[in-house]
């Protein structure tokens, strides 16, 4: 797995996170914050694509070659 996959991962684990448990925890007089969901998905956005990047730089190139006769392709 490359690094902007991983980090895609754990990106869209933290999104999964916010959206079952919420994005703010109070008990009594004191609260957590945890991720600010636009951030994250900004994130996941960038990461995704630096993902299909290194996926498509990695990928042999496939090659074509064609036969011509007299000129003409077959």
Do not use: F, W
Request: hydrophobic share 40%.
């Amino acid at each position: 797995m490359t690094t902007a996959a991983q980090r895609l991962a754990e990106v869209q684990a933290a999104i999964q996170d916010l959206l079952v448990n919420g994005q703010e925890v109070r008990r009594g007089d004191r609260s957590l914050k945890r991720g600010d969901l636009d951030s994250l998905r900004l994130l996941e956005v960038q990461y995704a694509e630096q993902a299909a990047a290194e996926a498509s730089a990695a990928a042999p190139r496939s090659r074509v070659s064609r036969l011509y006769s007299r000129g003409k392709g077959i």
